[in-house]
């Protein structure tokens, strides 16, 4: 009954706030030495992508230290699925973030915005899948950086740029590498570049792209023509092997949130002439194919240019086949371009038609 009670106290849900509990001592670490550290202990829970405010941190501090004191927090083998958000508001002086083998899921630019002065992150045997370009935008004094034993598919090739101070990497047993640095820059500059080599997922940057590309153009989109759009996405992302990474399946309920958002705007507006709503169909439809012939284009575009890159590392006896494929690639496109001059008249000659039943109404009504 105890545990029980432990559980449903510890496992929270969005938006609430928590305290967590320290053991406190001195700790020698790599590169920063001795440490007043926080351990955190095991029976605290983040399950929420929206994830835990930390409000403050219970523990008896030793040797007249406080809050002020601590520069390295340590979690290990607890539940942190996702990044806890509030640690800054407690402990001011981080330089190392410690947190293993707590299953967490993802880790963001926004997690690491608030620790400028951060040298150290050790964020080991967790189930991270992917690491973003911008994720230490804000963290320049980073040295040591350890994931070992995740299950990393995809790492942006820019992902380490711009860290000057950089002279640790561990990427020991991941689904693209398994490779560590000794603590030297060359050695560094070495892993950096085995990192490109081995973890760029191309299909994951193009899935991520037709999201950033759906929401660019299907902003305008009729209410009808945006849920269809949204279902052949969501789709292809359910029959990928990306399906659980939760930052794509967020994306999708926040498309489906803006598509209800739109669709209670438009049941609003009122339509008081004939006119009025032959050319808010029109329109709507215009929007419709413009979006449908930018997608293609879009599409057909960044195909040629996989291509491109493919045809500069494939093998002798691939490079035929792909050339073919990029002749034929750039022919579609020029027959896209045919058909959307066509679109374009089609479109002019409707618009006339409009105006000439529009001239004959008002005829009518004056008579």
């Not at 029980?4 to 706030?17: A, W, Y």
């Not at 620790?115 to 040591?144: A, T």
């Not at 999708?252 to 598509?259: G, L, S, T, V």
């Not at 990029?326 to 496109?333: F, T």
């Amino acid at each position: 009954m105890k545990v029980l009670f432990m559980l449903l106290f510890t496992i929270l849900s969005p938006t609430s706030s928590i305290n967590i509990e320290c053991n406190y001592d001195l700790r020698d670490f790599y590169i920063i030495g001795s440490s007043y550290t926080c351990h955190v202990k095991i029976n605290t829970y983040i399950i929420s992508p929206d994830s835990v405010d930390i409000f403050s941190a219970k523990g008896t501090h030793k040797n007249e230290k406080n809050d002020h004191s601590v520069v390295a927090i340590k979690a290990e083998n607890s539940k942190f699925l996702y990044f806890p958000h509030g640690l800054k508001k407690i402990f001011k002086k981080l330089k190392l973030i410690w947190i293993e083998t707590c299953q967490m899921k993802e880790i963001h630019q926004t997690d690491l915005m608030l620790y400028p002065d951060l040298e150290i992150l050790c964020v080991g045997g967790n189930d991270i899948q992917v690491l973003d370009e911008d994720l230490f935008k804000y963290n320049l004094e980073l040295k040591v950086f350890s994931c070992w034993y995740c299950n990393i598919f995809h790492v942006d090739p820019k992902v380490f740029d711009n860290l000057p101070k950089l002279t640790d990497i561990w990427f020991v047993v991941n689904q693209c590498i398994d490779k560590k640095s000794d603590g030297t820059s060359v050695y560094v500059n070495d892993m950096i570049g085995a990192i490109k080599d081995k973890c760029m997922s191309p299909s994951f940057l193009m899935l991520k792209q037709k999201f950033d590309d759906f929401e660019e153009v299907h902003r305008n989109l009729s209410s009808e023509r945006f849920n269809d759009k949204l279902e052949v996405l969501e789709k292809e992302l359910k029959t990928s092997k990306f399906y659980n990474f939760p930052s794509l399946k967020k994306k999708i309920e926040e498309f489906k949130d803006q598509n209800i958002q739109n669709t209670c705007k438009t049941d609003k507006l009122e339509t008081n002439s004939f006119k009025s709503e032959g050319m808010t169909a029109l329109n709507m439809k215009i929007n419709d194919i413009e979006s449908d012939l930018k997608v293609s284009m879009i599409d057909t575009s960044r195909n040629v240019e996989y291509l491109v890159k493919n045809l500069q590392t494939s093998h002798e006896e691939e490079l035929t086949a792909l050339k073919d494929k990029i002749e034929d690639l750039r022919s579609s496109n020029e027959n896209m371009a045919r058909k959307i001059d066509k679109m374009s008249n089609k479109l002019e000659k409707l618009t006339e038609v409009l105006e000439k039943i529009d001239e004959k109404v008002s005829k009518f009504v004056q008579h």
